[in-house]
């Protein structure tokens, strides 16, 4: 959650003149640190046209990851829903990869060990667009932990202003 990142200044190991770390080393944009090659898919209310404009080119690709950053309420807003998409999509796939390889095990009379907690699947999905299965030099651990932190505060959050009400 760096403000930085959310509105893309720098890069990340060339800081700009006030400190700011800004975009990831694969160009991440917003709070959601969504990868440019990846958002395109997932940016809500583009049109056909401009998704297919977008998985064109790069540049397209991150004008339309551009569209993320920002502090007002509206990129603060797409940068969620895009980012909140992205896990649900990755989430669904994961969970369909591995009930594939359940009926394949199940087919060949063997036991069907889940590659890892969906969970850390969804995270690894969301963070490479690519697998269910990536360390990710560390970043699909580090999400996955980061994840519970957050849901922890605001299971502990809400039960205390339940109980204060």
Not at 48 to 67: F, G, I, L, N, Y
Request: aromatic share 4%; with cysteine.
């Amino acid at each position: 959650m760096r403000e930085d990142v959310e509105v893309g200044r720098g890069k990340a190991h060339h800081p700009d003149d006030i400190g700011g770390q800004g975009r990831g080393p694969g160009g991440e944009v917003c709070l959601m640190q969504v990868h440019p090659d990846i958002a395109w898919r997932f940016v809500p209310d583009l049109t056909e046209d401009e998704r297919k404009t977008a998985s064109k080119t790069p540049q397209s690709r991150e004008a339309v990851a551009r569209t993320l950053l920002g502090k007002d309420r509206e990129r603060l807003v797409t940068c969620f829903r895009t980012g909140l998409r992205m896990l649900a999509h990755a989430a669904s796939a994961c969970a369909g990869e591995d009930r594939r390889e359940a009926a394949i095990a199940k087919r060949a009379g063997r036991k069907h060990e889940p590659y890892a907690h969906l969970e850390w699947g969804m995270y690894s999905m969301y963070g490479t667009g690519q697998t269910c299965r990536s360390f990710n030099k560390g970043k699909t651990t580090t999400r996955v932990t980061t994840a519970r932190v957050v849901a922890d505060a605001l299971t502990r959050a809400i039960r205390e202003d339940r109980k204060g009400t």
